[in-house]
Structures are given as C-alpha cells and as structure tokens.
C-alpha cells in the first residue's frame, strides 16, 4: 500500500517568489493535514482538508493557503516567499478528520528553502 | 491557547533500561493522544494511539494517559540504540477547531 507521497522533496527559491507543493494521501483516505516544521518552533498545523472543505485553519497569514481535490489530493501554496518561509513542509493522511482521533500518517515532507 | 509542553532532553538511557517520556497539555477539552516518533532527517511516524485512563501496551513501548492530571506519557522497555530518536506528543482537542497540536518533542539518546 503506498504512503503518503509529497513533490518535490526539495525546493529553492527567492524572497517575493510563490511556490505550490502537492500531497498524494494514502489511497482511501479522505483526510490531509499539512504542517511547517522548524527547529525553533516544532510541528506547526496550516490546514487540514476533508472532502475538499477547509475544516481548519492553523495561524499563519493568508500567503499560505491550500486546496483539495475530489481525488483528495491536496496542493499548498506560499506567495511571496519571505526568508522565515524556509522550513519542512509536511503533509499528513487519515482517514477522518482529525475530530474522529484517527492518527496520521505523514509524508517525508518537502524541504523548502528560501534565499 | 491549547498547548502541549514536553520536555526537550536530551534524555540518555543505557541500552536495556526503561525510557520515560513525559507530556503535558493545556486544556481538558481533549480527546486522542498519540505518540510520534521522529529519526533524524525524517518525517514522523505513529507508535502508539491512547484515548481513555489507563494503560496501554503495544510491544516494548506503554503509553499511559492521566486526564485529572493532563499528563500523557510513553514508557520504552529493554531500550535499544535503534530507539534514539525524537518522541513527539500530539493531542486533539475535543471542541474547537479539533485540531492535531504537537509538543516540541523530545530527544531520546540510548547508549549502547
């Protein structure tokens, strides 16, 4: 059974550019999640998508948005790209949204520099 | 502010001891707890689920969850060097946004 697949797994980029990252769940699960990872701050929620709906929203501006697909494949978007965007992106699959406690499976992440 | 506090270590048991990882959240208002673990350079993975008072075993590794006392927390026996990693906590929240929130994690070094 495949996992969670993210491309690309690495992106450079340059301050005012935007960039979209794409997150294949896991084959029958309608749920995906995405996360920023960083040193300082740990595992920071953006967004989560079930049936093509945003359910939630972490606190980050609104350079970073998301979508899904009826496929529930899911692409995030960051426009006009600052230094402090450079992090791991990380996308998660369940099976439910969060609110029914499934765990999450994660992808390896897309690495995202900016210079 | 719903948040999830763990201690970051690093944490440095021998090899074949019993590794204690603890966690501790915010608000009562939870409702699933997991364990994560993370390898260097990795993305995490899911060890362990809990939901309810108690324990609960899966191999060498016991969650434990206390909801009176917020505190979730994740035993490793006969450690191994293969267990270094970092742990993460997460926890959903049962109103709200019910979204996954995720301690900073701990560092689990075990010494061969």
């Known amino acids: 059974k495949a996992g969670v697949t993210q491309t690309p797994r690495y992106l450079i980029k340059t301050r005012g550019q935007q960039v979209t990252l794409s997150c294949s769940p896991i084959?029958?699960?309608?749920?995906v999640s995405w996360y920023q990872q960083t040193p300082g701050q740990g595992l920071q929620f953006l967004f989560e998508?079930?049936?093509?709906?945003?359910?939630n929203k972490g606190n980050f501006p609104g350079r970073f948005s998301g979508r899904q697909f009826s496929n529930s494949r899911s692409e995030m978007n960051v426009s006009t790209l600052e230094l402090g965007d450079s992090a791991l992106y990380l996308c998660a699959s369940s099976p439910a949204p969060s609110k029914e406690g499934y765990g999450y499976t994660f992808g390896s992440g897309t690495r995202l520099t900016v210079v | 502010q719903k948040e999830v506090e763990q201690n970051s270590g690093p944490l440095s048991v021998p090899e074949g001891a019993i590794a204690s990882l603890n966690c501790t959240y915010s608000?009562?208002?939870?409702?699933?707890f997991f364990w994560y673990r993370q390898y260097s350079g990795k993305s995490p993975e899911l060890i362990m689920s809990?939901?309810?008072?108690g324990d609960k075993e899966d191999g060498r590794f016991t969650a434990q969850l206390n909801k009176a006392s917020q505190y979730v927390s994740l035993l490793i026996r006969d450690s191994q060097p293969s267990d270094s990693a970092t742990y993460l906590c997460a926890v959903t929240w049962r109103a709200g946004s019910y979204q996954l929130t995720f301690g900073k994690g701990t560092k689990l070094s075990v010494i061969p």
């Open positions: 608000d009562r208002v939870s409702q699933s």
């Open positions: 084959s029958g699960h309608r749920s």
């Open positions: 998508y079930f049936s093509e709906t945003q359910r």
């Open positions: 809990i939901y309810s008072n």
